[in-house]
């Protein structure tokens, strides 16, 4: 029996990058998320609970440091 070797092709880079969500309330209150460059070019911005102020608030894109 011969041994079957084992080919690994190069992968490319991702299309996908980590972002923070930070809340516009205020609180310093944030969620990690990953968002497709491609699909969403622009700035992403949600509504999403904080629970600090106990409201739905808008969060807006960071960069993760």
Known sequence: MQ???VLRMA???GKTIPI???S???TGY???TRRNITKTPDKFKKMKFDPI???HVL???HKIK
């Open 59 to 61: 969060f807006t894109e």
């Open 24 to 26: 516009t309330a205020g």
């Open 20 to 22: 923070k969500l930070v």
């Open 30 to 32: 944030f969620y990690t």
């Open 3 to 5: 041994p079957t070797a």
């Open 53 to 55: 102020v106990r409201r």
């Open 11 to 13: 992968r490319g880079k």
